[in-house]
């Protein structure tokens, strides 16, 4: 079997493999970088007292927690252009992943919250702290609390972005799978090589950026 493997004809194909590749990095980094930010707004929502915002973000939550991404994607391509609002496909791609991981990111920060000590908050006011001051102080530590299943979760997103394939964003799954149309007879090569490359991506985000072993 391995020997009827023909990777050396991949060779004519790695400009695009590669231009996918970058596609994919970028949509994972803009997106990371996004939802967490989101993430941590909705945390504060949600984290305080019982408000209109806070159970508005909660409806939020809920709405993307129950719903498959593709779904969700598909109603910012083709239903939000009926409101007035047209997005290209790698912008309607970056708004779905970050909207899906603000809300997962949400309840996974304000578990971290919720399991720091009470005195921190106590120590804050004694020290006349505002709450928003207080907040900006407990949550790095309560970052580092939750870091695996943040990273988890921002790694769940990025194999997410091979779905964006089906709006005509030219990330990496888009490339493979443009090059297995093309030639039809390099298809396992073509999705090993995918397999391998987001694999390799997904321990450098993981390691050097968030200092996560993954």
Known sequence: MLGQLNFPALCSYWPELLAGLWVTIQLTVLATVGGVGLGILGAAQRSGKASWASRLWGLYVEIIRNTPFVVQLFFIVFALPNLGLKLTAGEAALLAMLISL?????????????????????????????????????????????????????????????????????????????????????????????????????????????????
């Not at 609390?145 to 790694?155: D, E, H, K, N």
Request: net charge positive; glycine share 8%; hydrophobic share 50%.
């Open 102 to 214: 603000g809300a997962y990111s949400t309840e996974i920060i304000c578990a971290g919250i919720q399991v720091t000590p009470k005195g921190q908050w106590e120590a804050g006011r004694v020290l006349g702290l505002t709450r928003t001051q207080t907040f900006l102080r407990v949550v790095p530590p309560s970052l580092q609390r939750i870091y695996p299943a943040l990273v988890s979760q921002c790694i769940i997103v990025m194999l997410g972005s091979s779905v964006v394939s089906q709006v005509s964003d030219e990330e990496l799954t888009f490339a493979a799978n443009l090059i297995q149309s093309r030639t039809f007879l390099l298809s396992f090569e073509v999705y090993l090589l995918l397999s391998i490359a987001m694999c390799q991506v997904l321990l450098a985000l993981g390691r050097k950026w968030f200092g996560a072993q993954v």
